[in-house]
């Protein structure tokens, strides 16, 4: 494998929603949509969602389905009470899926013990539907790749999944080795077919010239904020995950654990090496939260740093290395205790005090949420980008929010960034009306424009309904790790709204930067 270490409303200026499926639609025959989970949106625009479908022919075995909307047209991938065909076992369950940008998709699914080749050992499963056709991925009961080490590995379950553009899988997984205790590992798909072990605790590892053992994988972590776009996988297949190495003592040193960070190459990685950043633990230790990587293989994470010159007023920084795998460029983007940047990009009258986990582009740009304290300021938190290329402060906590309701920004809940545009955020306002939760984006004038809040009325196959509530940015389970909710490359979203008579609707907001 090979690897690179680091130590570790509306505004008229927005495209109006527009409905992708509703409850009532019909979906195959006279089967319609009653419910749906956590909708997920490609770069072509098509969306999935599992559905439950009813109507006079539904039976309770084949109630669940994964549907995909591409132009207005829904296609049922699979349904429970189908049979695979790859194990002629029958399909009792499945999960929310995602898609690539490209537009390949994954579930968990179950399969029902008694059917086909189907144990309860060997009932759940990773399926990935690519080119119309639908393949097996890993499942449980079934060998898991290893080192060709006795005793041999065997998948328990599945935890943590995610998919890149070119259909290649990423999961963590409980593996059983006969005599050992159960164990998490990560394991990722070949570019030219199959899988291998890409991770494991109490793997024994060299690193900065300290031999020990892997402690934690530090993949696929579900971050607070930023959690609504994928960091361990890039599009392109490169990953990155920042596990803990608890080394060796040795006879001059008693070595605590330290962090690092492994890049891996898309490119069927077998061979391992590296580079450092600082020389932890013996002078300058970076520990590391999850970094976060793009398609230019450039890594950017939220680190606390001990040694000389950092106190704990100025000692966590966010930071990025570009061309990871070449050794490239490492800088700091922001640090507390330096001056916070102002709405203008000029340094203002505060100071970082505390720093978010940050998010990255495939333009190189960076969004993140940080705590400031100064003359007019304690503690207020705000969220900093430099998308248009001025890092410069896009709004704060006590603002008043753009789309004329009055309201002042109270909660910031989650923030993306994608290529075009500036960074999208939900939040919630406070007003004379109460607490609102809503949905904003930087357009390409630079200005802040609300997007969605309750109580907004949408257009419902013809007639206005009163929204609610919305869902965006959801995390299903087994799914942490992957982007569903926003296209990166063109920055459409998807969301599901919730109406005061219980109906609700999938729609889609296609370019909102525009």
């Keep these: 494998m090979l690897a690179y270490f680091l130590f570790t409303t509306s505004s008229s200026a927005i495209s109006v929603p527009l409905l992708v499926a509703a409850k009532g639609d019909s979906v195959v025959n006279e089967e319609t949509l009653y419910a749906a989970g956590s909708p997920a949106i490609d770069g072509s625009g098509n969306v999935a969602f599992r559905a439950v479908l009813e109507g006079n022919a539904v039976t309770a075995e084949k109630r669940v389905a ?19 065909p790859v194990t002629g076992a029958v399909f009792d ?3 929310d899926p995602i898609l690539s940008n490209t537009g390949v998709l994954v579930f968990l699914g179950g399969l029902k013990p008694g059917t086909g080749d189907a144990t309860k050992r060997n009932s759940s ?7 119309g056709q639908l393949s097996l991925i890993a499942r449980t009961g079934t060998k898991a790749p290893d080192f060709g080490v006795p005793p041999e590995s065997f998948f328990v379950s599945f935890d943590q999944i995610t998919v890149n553009d070119w259909g290649g899988v990423i999961f963590t997984a409980t593996i059983e080795r006969s005599g050992l ?43 607070p904020h930023v959690c609504g776009q994928g960091r361990t996988l890039a599009g392109n297949g490169d990953y990155v995950l920042s596990p803990v190495l608890r080394a060796f003592p040795s006879d001059q040193y008693v070595l605590r654990p330290f962090h690092f960070a492994l890049v891996f190459a898309k490119n069927d990685a077998d061979e391992f090496g590296g580079g450092e950043v600082g020389s932890p ?19 950017v994470f939220q680190t606390t740093i001990v040694g000389e010159g950092f106190a704990p007023t100025n000692n966590t920084v966010i930071a990025t290395l570009t061309n990871a795998l070449a050794y490239g460029l490492f800088q700091f983007l922001a640090r507390t205790g330096d001056a916070a940047p102002d709405a203008s990009g000029a340094a203002g009258d505060s100071t970082f005090s505390t720093l978010g986990d940050p998010i990255l582009n495939n333009n190189g ?19 900093w980008s430099d998308a248009d290329g001025i890092m ?17 920004f109270r909660d910031f809940d989650q923030i993306v960034l994608p290529d075009v545009g500036g960074v999208i955020i939900e939040a919630e306002v406070g007003g004379s009306d109460g607490r609102k939760q ?13 997007l969605l809040m309750d109580g907004d009325t949408l257009d419902f196959h013809g007639s206005l309904k009163t929204m609610k509530r919305f869902h965006i940015f959801q995390i299903p389970p087994h799914f942490a790790g992957q982007t569903r909710s926003f296209d990166p490359g063109s920055g459409s979203l998807v969301f599901e709204a919730f109406f005061s008579d219980d109906s609700w609707g999938i729609y889609r907001i296609t370019n909102p930067s525009e």
Aim: glycine share 14%; aromatic share 8%; net charge neutral.
């Design 66 to 84: 994964i549907v995909v909307y591409s132009n207005g047209v829904p296609t049922v991938v699979v349904r429970t009470g189908d049979v695979d």
């Design 93 to 95: 369950q499945l999960s």
């Design 125 to 131: 499963g990773i399926w990935k539907y690519q080119n």
């Design 181 to 223: 205790k159960d164990m998490q590992a990560l394991f990722a798909s070949h570019f030219s077919g199959g899988l291998f072990l890409a991770e494991f605790p109490r793997e024994e590892i060299t690193a900065f010239g300290f031999p020990g053992l892997v402690a934690g994988l530090g993949a696929l972590k579900p971050l």
């Design 281 to 299: 633990p013996l002078q300058t230790q970076f520990k590391l939260h999850e970094p976060i990587i793009n398609n230019s293989n450039q890594i």
């Design 365 to 383: 740009r960076i969004a993140f949420l940080a705590g400031v304290h100064g003359p007019k300021h304690s503690n207020t938190l705000g969220i």
């Design 392 to 408: 410069k402060r896009i709004v704060a906590e006590g603002g008043i929010e753009p789309g004329g309701s009055g309201g002042k």
């Design 438 to 450: 809503g949905l904003w984006a930087v357009a390409e004038n630079g200005a802040l424009e609300r």
